[in-house]
T-cell receptor, first 107, second 112 residues
Framework: AQRVTQPEKLLSVFKGAPVELKCNYS??????LFWYVQYSRQRLQLLLR??SRESIKGFTADLNKGETSFHLKKPFAQEEDSAMYYC?????????FGTGTSLTVIP | NAGVTQTPKFQVLKTGQSMTLQCAQD?????MSWYRQDPGMGLRLIHY???????DQGEVPNGYNVSRSTTEDFPLRLLSAAPSQTSVYFC???????????FGSGTRLTVV
């Protein structure tokens, strides 16, 4: 069963516009949710953890248990935000990744 | 503290050849795993290990073997490479019950 769903494969926004990358999950227990970012041809890097409730590079994500969502948001997109973003869920002994959203910020 | 080190970075194999992708971490992480990354498919788990001597299959284990003789190392073996195994392979590690993965820089494998 798919645990993490990222409905948008591609997302384009203009510089300065708000951006929201969607993530929905299904898990019976209490998962831990993450966002990872992968810049062109680089390794994946941890961007956010829902537990820490921090803001990294202007991005925030709130865990909505009722809607089982963990959407990633930024009020003003920058060109350097162009990258691949993966939502991930940690449960039991495994990590489950979504299929990723490729974000392009248009100058 | 090097984090997660993968070698090689690039490899071209002929169909039927075998090879081992190396992964090492120096963070004393119990949990290690191998993913393959393909366009439109995201990251798919191949094998994982929760400690030395313990391995288990992920979502796409066929054609790959792993072993975990030490905490630090988690090699991935391709016994008889096939073109369908052309992909980018990432190794990752974390503490069990930990706070997210640390990823290696990836191995770009082409099977011709």
């Amino acid at each position: 069963a798919q645990r993490v769903t990222q409905p948008e494969k591609l997302l384009s926004v203009f510089k300065g516009a708000p951006v929201e990358l969607k993530c929905n999950y299904s898990y019976s227990g209490s998962p831990e949710l993450f966002w990872y970012v992968q810049y062109s041809r680089q390794r994946l890097q941890l961007l956010l953890r829902h537990i820490s409730r921090e803001s990294i590079k202007g991005f925030t994500a709130d865990l909505n248990k009722g809607e089982t969502s963990f959407h990633l948001k930024k009020p003003f997109a920058q060109e350097e935000d162009s990258a691949m973003y993966y939502c991930a869920l940690s449960g039991g002994n495994q990590f489950y990744f979504g299929t990723g959203t490729s974000l392009t910020v248009i100058p | 503290n090097a984090g997660v080190t993968q070698t090689p970075k690039f490899q071209v194999l002929k169909t039927g050849q075998s090879m081992t992708l190396q992964c090492a971490q120096d963070m004393n992480h119990e949990y290690m795993s191998w993913y393959r990354q393909d366009p439109g498919m995201g990251l798919r788990l191949i094998h994982y290990s929760v400690g030395a001597g313990i391995t288990d299959q992920g979502e796409v284990p066929n054609g790959y073997n792993v072993s975990r003789s030490t905490t630090e190392d988690f090699p991935l073996r391709l016994l008889s490479a096939a073109p369908s195994q052309t992909s980018v392979y990432f190794c990752a590690s974390s503490k069990v019950g930990g706070r997210g993965y640390t990823f290696g820089s990836g191995t770009r494998l082409t099977v011709v």
